[in-house]
T-cell receptor
Framework: KNQVEQSPQSLIILEGKNCTLQ??????????LRWYKQDTGRGPVSLTI?????NTKSNGRYTATLDADTKQSSLHITASQLSDSASYIC???????????FGAGTQVVVTP | DVKVTQSSRYLVKRTGEKVFLECVQD?????MFWYRQDPGLGLRLIYF???????EKGDIPEGYSVSREKKERFSLILESASTNQTSMYLC?????????????FGQGTRLTVV
């Protein structure tokens, strides 16, 4: 069973609207949680990295939250743009060596 | 600008062929990783290396081997390609003792085995 579950699997939003993606994890112990953006046909690119002591982190129009007690994270996209169309992947690291557990991703499509 | 470069974007190989996927990073990172990405499954770790000539099996090493003769280069080898190895392969690198150190990914190699 995957230790990192993401929802929804996909969503379609209108340009300019906001959306929130969810990530639940069971990875333990926990070192840090990352959100990556992956454009079609390209490698993932990091958006945010949070340790257990951080509960929110922003990168432009992207805001990630983390609740280490409930093992949940969310990624909020504000005022979506067409360029936000991509897969968003939640990644959890259980140790300091850099080994990562990946969620299956949420496919976001922004329409005009 | 940091860079992880994979030698090919697209490859088509025949069943039974020996396949080499090459990855080079220019950031002097100790850690290097090979993943495969399949729809609905996310990225799954095949092998990783934390030093030259060192390698560790990931979650799905069967049918694969790796080589790390130089710090900047990490090769994935399919000894005898099979159709179930058709996938997107991604290489990544990061500093040792990753902590919150970012992992950087290559562009990916889409391999089709026919």
């Amino acid at each position: 069973k995957n230790q990192v579950e993401q929802s929804p699997q996909s969503l379609i939003i209108l340009e300019g609207k906001n959306c929130t993606l969810q990530c639940n994890y069971t990875v333990s112990p926990f070192s840090n949680l990352r959100w990556y953006k992956q454009d079609t046909g390209r490698g993932p690119v990091s958006l945010t990295i949070m340790t257990f002591s951080e509960n929110t982190k922003s990168n432009g129009r992207y805001t990630a939250t983390l609740d280490a007690d409930t093992k949940q994270s969310s990624l909020h996209i504000t005022a979506s743009q067409l360029s936000d169309s991509a897969s968003y992947i939640c990644v959890v690291s259980a140790d300091s060596w850099g080994k990562l557990q990946f969620g299956a991703g949420t496919q976001v499509v922004v329409t005009p | 600008d940091v860079k992880v470069t994979q030698s090919s974007r697209y490859l088509v190989k025949r069943t039974g062929e020996k396949v080499f996927l090459e990855c080079v990073q220019d950031m002097d990172h100790e850690n290097m990783f090979w993943y495969r990405q399949d729809p609905g499954l996310g990225l799954r770790l095949i092998y990783f290396s934390y030093d030259v000539k060192m390698k560790e099996k990931g979650d799905i090493p069967e049918g694969y081997s790796v080589s790390r003769e130089k710090k900047e280069r990490f090769s994935l080898i399919l000894e005898s390609a099979s159709t179930n190895q058709t996938s997107m392969y991604l290489c990544a690198s990061s500093l040792l003792k990753g902590g919150t150190t970012e992992a950087f990914f290559g562009q990916g190699t889409r391999l089709t085995v026919v």
